[in-house]
């Protein structure tokens, strides 16, 4: 298994731009959940679902942010428009126990609004 | 609100040497708790979880305790390497609803060889 593919890597954007970050979770998990990790916050729950649908989107920072999970194969959070505030490493996770389980973490998306 | 707290924030030990990290947390729904492991510039990695009704589990060097009463779970690695040293989260998530998992800040480890 590949485990939990996001892509891209690294984004620098400048301030105003829309930026897309994307994640394919492992086959089989019914649990997808985007994280934003900073030094100042740690790791920051965003918004997660559960078989494509979005369950809990409190953690989500305002109306710039969006997510979508259109199958159980990918998902996209968007920001637009993005603010040199939202610098921070965007992480994408599945699991397939959800609360019972623990998650297997993406390699992250760095990004930098400049 | 829900919290978890972790101490320390960073630890430095000698090679050999063990080292615990410990978390309490404020709701005392919370019944499984995961500590994750994340190395410089990599993503997260869990390497051991305990649930609400055992009061220790132990895979090789780590181990973790868990006291529901105190609200405390602690991460213990013994004869450590310098390949332990990373940032480590330890995490409490609960039921309600849909679900919740709230983390730690996070214990930055150095082992010193």
């Known amino acids: 298994d590949a485990g939990v593919i996001q892509s891209p890597r690294h984004e620098v954007t400048e301030m105003g731009q829309e930026v897309t970050l994307r994640c394919k979770p492992i086959s089989g998990h019914d649990y997808l959940f985007w994280y934003r990790q900073t030094m100042m916050r740690g790791l920051e729950l965003l918004i997660y679902?559960?078989?494509?649908?979005?369950?809990?989107d409190s953690g989500m920072p305002e109306d710039r942010f969006s997510a979508k999970m259109p199958n159980a194969s990918f998902s996209t959070l968007k920001i637009q428009p993005s603010e040199p505030r939202d610098s921070a490493v965007y992480f994408c996770?599945?699991?397939?126990?959800?609360?019972?389980?623990?998650?297997?973490f993406g390699s992250g998306t760095r990004l930098t609004v400049v | 609100g829900e919290n978890v707290e972790q101490h320390p924030s960073t630890l430095s030990v000698q090679e050999g040497d063990s080292a615990v990290i410990k978390c309490t947390y404020s709701d005392s729904a919370s019944n499984y708790f995961p500590w994750y492991k994340q190395e410089l510039g990599k993503r997260p990695q869990l390497i051991i979880d305990?649930?609400?009704?055992?009061g220790e589990k132990k895979d090789q060097r780590i181990a973790v305790t868990l006291n529901k009463t105190a609200k405390h779970f602690s991460l213990h690695i013994t004869e450590t390497q310098p390949e332990d040293s990373a940032v480590y989260f330890c995490?409490?998530?609960?039921?309600?609803?849909?679900?919740?998992?709230?983390f730690g800040a996070g214990t930055r480890l150095f082992v010193k060889a």
């Open positions: 995490a409490a998530s609960k039921k309600t609803g849909g679900f919740k998992t709230i």
């Open positions: 996770a599945s699991s397939s126990r959800g609360w019972k389980g623990g998650y297997t």
């Open positions: 305990i649930r609400s009704n055992v």
């Open positions: 679902f559960n078989n494509n649908v979005p369950i809990d």
